[in-house]
């Protein structure tokens, strides 16, 4: 079974400053995927970064990066120069190669940045 | 192009009434699926399907049932509502091809009283 853990049920950071969201999963797949969705207060589900779990280098995405570390089995999100409208709930989750609309969320981390 | 597109956004119900939660793509996508998102657990996978006349089951699937009679569409029925059915529901599709990102709707907030 595929599992989703984070740790960090809240988060501060000031404003311009990195902050990183913890993620670490389980499984047994070979071949998977690990996405980042950020959720502000109107509720939608933003798609923010992707990584394979074959793929070398960690994912980039403007100010989005992933830290990925397939030995600890941990995939962070790394933002950099946090905005104000960063502010909000932040998903990690995954899916195998083979299962198709089965992604495995965690519990969400709220990111709270401060002027 | 309108993406994932769930009605209604706002719903309430009385216990044991049942209803039907639409959820249609226009991305000829062949991965549906169905969510639901409480406080502090996530999002739970109810049901999901992998292709028109191909559903199965996800993490929490008692009380909704799911069909997919066309590549478009995705519909969520609850049966017979009850207070725990109380959440958010977000739909969400994604191609076959590969593992690429999920695209969800803006959800449905159901109340059940």
């Known amino acids: 079974a595929q599992k989703i853990t984070q740790t960090q049920p809240g988060m501060f950071v000031q404003e311009k400053e990195a902050v990183t969201l913890d993620c670490t999963y389980d499984?047994?797949?070979?071949?998977?995927?690990l996405f980042w969705y950020k959720q502000p207060s109107s509720g939608e589900m933003i798609f923010l970064i992707y990584q394979g779990s074959y793929d070398e280098q960690n994912a980039t995405e403007g100010r989005y990066s992933l830290n990925f570390q397939k030995a600890r089995k941990s995939a962070n999100l790394v933002i950099s120069a946090s905005q104000l409208g960063d502010s909000a709930m932040y998903f990690c989750?995954?899916?195998?190669?083979?299962?198709?609309?089965?992604?495995?969320f965690g519990q969400g981390t709220e990111l709270s940045v401060k002027p | 192009n309108a993406g994932v597109t769930q009605t209604p956004k706002f719903q309430v119900l009385k216990t044991g009434q049942s209803m039907t939660l639409q959820c249609a793509q226009d991305?000829?996508?062949?991965?549906m699926s169905w969510y639901r998102q409480d406080p502090g657990m996530g999002l739970r996978l109810i049901h999901y399907?992998?292709?028109?006349?191909?559903?199965d089951q996800g993490e929490v699937p008692n009380g909704y049932n799911v069909s997919r009679s066309t590549t478009e569409d995705f519909p969520l029925r609850l049966l017979s509502a009850a207070p725990s059915q109380t959440s958010v529901y977000f739909c969400a599709s994604g191609p076959g091809q590969g593992i690429t990102e999920a695209f969800f709707g803006q959800g449905t907030r159901l109340t059940v009283v």
């Open positions: 991305m000829n996508h062949e991965y």
């Open positions: 399907s992998v292709g028109a006349g191909i559903t």
């Open positions: 989750a995954m899916r195998g190669f083979n299962q198709g609309g089965k992604l495995i």
């Open positions: 499984t047994s797949d070979q071949s998977y995927g």
